[in-house]
């Protein structure tokens, strides 16, 4: 028996020797979707005494979702990191620890639960993620006296991340956890052997995202990428090539030793070597004493 497309297995249909990557069994939605209250706002706020956490909420242009945000803001700062998280990517589970870490970046942090996920309501699609992040850099400009806009997009959300990128005027793009394109992607995901007898079939939507093609023809702003050594899911070699064919002047390569898709901003370090990134923002090509490439030797534990 072979193993089809590891790690994508929930969003597969076989039909004989033909494996079919839908865009609605690839998305996670939540079956029922759960909104935080002010309980779980109070407790997030004693874990981040230097932020000011506020809720926020946003009606779709369309009228068809009601999305909810949470802003981390920060009273020294109106630089504003605008974080798109990865598939199924909570703001009430992993985000909240997540930016126990980002906060020491001392910047603002916005987050949003997409579409079908924690307290937004609706259907998650490719276009509407990307429709819905257009609203949410509007509806943020509009909210907040914002300096500096920076994109994070980690690892799915890095798709949106880029065409937001490509779409609009920003002061940074961050990449993290990100492949170049799909079709790259079910190339390294899929064995050798599989390729022998399986073909593989996606919908169309998955054609409209490719991150090599925008920051080699569409993006030239400051760019940090991040990768992770043992990341199993999306290898480092897609940050490598994100990296090789940016056209960027202010770039940066962080490939984190030791860690994996999850753990790759855990290490101290590599959040410093990113606060680094965010002040060379003003300063291109790179600043004094920020290396194009980082390679971090302490393992995480």
């Not at 916005?110 to 276009?127: E, H, M, N, P, Y």
């Not at 409209?208 to 043992?230: M, R, W």
Request: net charge neutral.
């Amino acid at each position: 028996m072979f193993k089809v497309l590891i790690l994508i297995a929930a969003s597969i249909y076989l039909t004989g020797c033909t494996a079919h990557i839908r865009e609605s069994e690839f998305i996670l939605q939540d079956k029922v979707t759960t909104d935080f209250n002010q309980t779980d706002l109070e407790k997030w706020q004693n874990s981040f005494p230097e932020h000011k956490l506020k809720t926020l909420e946003m009606v779709t242009n369309d009228k068809s979702a009601t999305l909810k945000g949470l802003l981390f803001d920060n009273p020294n700062s109106q630089d504003v990191i605008f974080y798109i998280p990865g598939n199924g990517m909570k703001i009430s589970d992993s985000a909240v620890k997540l930016f126990k870490k980002l906060v020491k970046l001392e910047t603002d942090i916005v987050i949003f639960d997409r579409r079908g996920l924690g307290g937004s309501d609706g259907q998650a699609t490719i276009a509407n993620l990307i429709s819905d992040s257009l609203e949410k850099i509007q509806f943020l400009r509009n909210s907040l006296n914002i300096e500096k806009l920076i994109i994070h997009g980690y690892s799915l959300g890095s798709f949106v991340a880029g065409e937001l990128a490509k779409r609009e005027k920003i002061d940074a793009l961050v990449l993290q956890g990100a492949a170049t394109n799909v079709d790259d992607w079910i190339d390294e995901k899929m064995p050798w052997y599989a390729k022998l007898f399986v073909s593989v079939k996606k919908d169309a939507a998955f054609d409209t995202i490719d991150n090599k093609t925008i920051v080699s023809q569409h993006y030239d702003g400051p760019l940090f990428i991040i990768g992770a050594e043992n990341d199993k899911k999306v290898p480092a070699k897609f940050s490598k090539i994100l990296f090789n064919v940016s056209t960027s002047e202010n770039k940066k390569l962080m490939v984190v030793k030791g860690a994996n898709h999850t753990s790759m901003l855990d290490n101290i370090d590599a959040i410093m070597i990113y606060k680094k990134f965010l002040k060379s923002i003003d300063n291109s090509p790179l600043s004094e004493g920020l290396q194009k490439y980082d390679y971090l030797y302490n393992r995480i534990r």
